[in-house]
């Protein structure tokens, strides 16, 4: 399982909080450990200035993170929606 992010999974005080973070810790929560890739650069920069993000790119077609690749390969994009597979698809044995 990997989950794509942009600098860190640290908490942000933006509303709502950092997405990544938020990805990131409800993923643990449900028993997941995920390979964390960091893609640093800025989004909305473009994709001519943002090569780290290449990969994200691939799988999406964007260039905004967090991004999770489930261990059947399922991209899931956007914080929100990897918070609610998380939820609904704890990791075997957890909780
Ligand atoms: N609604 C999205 C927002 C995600 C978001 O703002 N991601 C930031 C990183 S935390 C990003 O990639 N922003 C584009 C940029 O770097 O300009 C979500 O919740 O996943």
Redesign the pocket.
């Known amino acids: 399982m990997k989950l794509y992010?942009?600098?860190g999974t640290f908490q942000?005080p933006?509303p709502?909080g950092?997405?990544?973070?938020?990805?990131y810790e409800a993923l643990k929560d449900a028993g997941w450990d995920p390979e964390l890739k960091k893609?640093y650069?800025?989004?909305?920069?473009g994709s001519a200035l943002?090569p780290t993000?290449k990969e994200?790119r691939e799988l999406t077609g964007q260039?905004?993170?967090?991004v999770l690749v489930t261990d059947d390969g399922e991209v899931i994009?956007?914080?929100?929606?990897?918070v609610e597979w998380a939820r609904a698809n704890p990791a075997s044995g957890a909780g």
């Open positions: 992010i942009c600098w942000t933006r709502g950092h997405p990544c973070h938020n990805a893609v650069g800025l989004g909305v920069l943002n993000r994200v260039n905004i993170v967090p994009q956007d914080s929100k929606r990897i």
